[in-house]
């Protein structure tokens, strides 16, 4: 397993040789070398402080693909002066675990701490995971975990309470900046781009360091008598894919980030969350379900069309399919993101729900009742109803609620959009029931 700077885990500490990849010849020697994760290695970060005062508690570290996980745990080791024992939960069982574990315990007698570091620790089984904790517990080991997982979801609460989660960051572009210019120091020879391309090629990395380097380790391969403009780069290489997993933590990053935009009332940014999603293979119908929600939720009685539009949209989807069909999509997305907003209808929703679970099985009241037998009519069922289309104005006033509870208001109405017309209505209902009341 390869990680930030091409790092074999079972390679020695100083950089690679001259025939090795050039992610591996620019691997960091020192902590300081390492790019984008101050936070973590500074002085006064978490790491920084792990090193200054000689002693490392277990950790986890958590962040996305080529951004110094492998590395960093390395250069941890070497720092405190331990054992570094690299494995990767892909590749490793519970056999190898033993086998891990007893040489932990052989080193300890002779006084030599380990840093075990376990990649893709997450790919472990929870009976796997907790295998760890009587040897994190009694010192044989400490443990060192990386996952491009949240831990909340894929870690057991048992491991998670014994190590420090320590974020690492996505490459930001000086971060990436500094990768390409250590690498053209290191060959004493600039990248065959323009600026434009170069911004693009940085751009293509999405934060991974590795795929960074990698990528210019090729354009360093091939003759290239010209720079790259940004089309001339896209041509060479194979275009990166943005991260996606659709079952894990991006999935709902993205989702949450659509959401929150369209509530936000800020198409822009709905609509280039919505392409994020689109364009890396979520399914359509996925992002319309939640369109559609929306449409009720955030929206509700303040524009009645926007749930008309999004499922107007779904169908327009099922019928003409991608790519066309998702124009559709697009239209229902930034109809809700422009819409007026009010969530009046899903707090009404909580609080009858509430008091329906509250108030049991209280019985409407007798005017109100169906009658279809004579032996109801007779114990009063029906007895007094109002038929609203006969009174003035085609409202009656009458009670509605069981004898043991009175009126609830659980719709509020905004003035915000057709709300405001809605609001109305009821505040002149209202009036008229006072006045019966009243009398």
Not at 48 to 63: D, E, H, K, P, T
Not at 124 to 134: I, V, Y
Not at 180 to 195: D, G, H, K, S, Y
Request: aromatic share 8%; hydrophobic share 40%.
């Amino acid at each position: 397993m390869t990680d930030l700077f091409g790092d074999d885990d079972n390679a020695p500490a100083e950089r690679g040789q001259a025939d090795s990849p050039l992610a591996d010849r620019l691997r960091p020697r020192t902590l300081q070398e390492v790019v984008g994760q101050d936070h973590l290695t500074g002085p006064e970060g978490a790491i920084g402080r792990m090193v200054a005062a000689g002693r490392l508690s277990s950790i986890l570290f958590w962040g996305p693909p080529g951004t110094g996980k492998t590395t960093i745990s390395r250069l941890l080791a070497d720092a405190v002066g331990i054992r570094f024992e690299p494995i990767s939960a892909v590749f490793s069982g519970v056999a190898d675990l033993k086998k891990v574990f007893a040489a932990a315990r052989d080193h300890a007698r002779i006084g030599q701490k380990t840093l075990l570091f376990v990649d893709e620790i997450h790919r472990f089984n929870r009976a796997q995971q907790d295998s760890f904790l009587p040897y994190v517990e009694d010192g044989t080991v400490t443990l060192v975990g990386a996952t491009t997982e949240n831990p909340s979801f894929e870690l057991n609460a048992a491991l998670l309470s014994r190590t420090q989660v320590l974020i690492l960051r996505r490459l930001d572009s000086d971060a990436l900046e500094k990768l390409l210019t250590r690498a053209e120091e290191l060959v004493q020879c600039p990248l065959p781009l323009t600026l434009d391309a170069r911004e693009a090629l940085i751009a293509s990395a999405d934060g991974d360091g590795r795929f960074l380097l990698n990528q210019a380790e090729t354009l360093y391969s091939v003759s290239i008598p010209d720079p790259l403009d940004p089309a001339g780069l896209s041509a060479l290489l194979h275009r990166r894919l943005a991260v996606y997993d659709k079952d894990r933590e991006g999935h709902y990053n993205l989702i949450s980030a659509l959401h929150k935009s369209l509530r936000g009332s800020d198409p822009q940014a709905a609509l280039y969350y919505l392409a994020r999603m689109l364009t890396a293979g979520e399914q359509p119908l996925y992002v319309l379900r939640r369109l559609v929600r929306f449409a009720s939720e955030d929206i509700g009685l303040a524009d009645p069309q926007a749930l008309v539009q999004c499922l107007a949209a779904k169908e327009a989807y099922d019928f003409l399919g991608s790519p066309e069909g998702e124009l559709a999509i697009v239209q229902a997305c930034l109809y809700c993101a422009t819409a007026p907003k009010s969530n009046a209808a899903y707090v009404a929703q909580k609080a009858a729900f509430k008091a329906a679970r509250e108030t049991g099985s209280l019985m409407p009241p007798q005017n109100i009742l169906n009658a279809p037998t004579k032996l109801m009519k007779d114990v009063g069922y029906g007895k007094g109803y109002a038929y609203d289309h006969d009174a003035p104005d085609g409202f009656s006033a009458a009670n509605y609620w069981p004898d043991e509870l009175p009126p609830q208001a659980f719709y509020q109405p905004t003035d915000r959009g057709f709300e405001q017309r809605i609001a109305e209505r009821l505040a002149w209902w209202d009036a008229r029931r006072a006045e019966q009341r009243d009398n």
